[in-house]
């Protein structure tokens, strides 16, 4: 009995522990879930839809699939470079099209974009906690906390992910978010 209760006390310490670790940060630590979800779906859909159809637009007013993989990868830059406290990439607020989106054309080019993207903002939100994510930054969306940015790029990336759900099922491709789960 007295070996059994050391090792309850153990594993509650060991897990009390863990749990601490996991709401040093709470605030953080739940917009990077969010973050890392919409990753996931964005990167997928990159991949799984065709290079023959990354010139797809449902309409002519509207983006390409490309182009919004190249806006996704722009938007990821200039927010997560705010957010950092660094200056985003040249041409990335000047206008509706940043740099990206106006000179990567393949597939191959807006994956590459798209994953080095990500990257970057990994290390932002893997760099970011409560604290710091308070301090205020001036963006292109107002004033805001910086970890209140990320989220808005979160977001942000959400509402394109939105329209490339409609290109995929237009293409009879099954969107990340409703695949069967494993």
């Known amino acids: 009995m007295k070996k059994m209760c050391i090792v309850v006390f153990g594993l509650a310490f060991v897990t009390g522990g863990v749990a601490d670790a996991q709401t040093a940060n709470p605030l953080s630590a739940g ?11 964005i990167t997928r859909s990159a991949e799984k839809v065709p ?14 699939f ?11 830059n200039g927010f997560c470079a705010l957010a950092a406290g660094e200056k985003p990439p040249a041409g ?3 206008g509706p099209v940043g740099p990206i989106e106006k000179s990567a054309t393949t597939k191959a080019a807006l994956q590459k974009a798209l994953a080095d993207s990500f990257a970057y903002c990994d290390k932002v939100h893997g ?22 940015l990320l989220e808005f790029n979160t ?8 329209n490339m759900v409609t290109y ?15």
């Open 51 to 64: 290079e023959s159809d990354y010139a797809f637009k449902p309409s002519p007013d509207v983006r390409s």
């Open 127 to 148: 760099g970011m906690t409560d604290a710091a994510g308070a301090a205020m930054v001036k963006s292109v969306v107002g004033e805001m906390p910086k970890l209140g």
């Open 168 to 182: 995929m099922r237009l293409k009879k491709i099954v969107p990340p978010s409703s695949e069967p789960r494993k």
């Open 31 to 41: 917009a990077k879930r969010s973050y890392e979800i919409i990753k996931g779906y």
């Open 66 to 76: 490309g182009q919004l993989v190249g806006h996704v990868a722009d938007a990821n």
């Open 155 to 162: 977001h942000h990336d959400f509402e394109h992910y939105g």
């Open 92 to 94: 990335t607020f000047e």
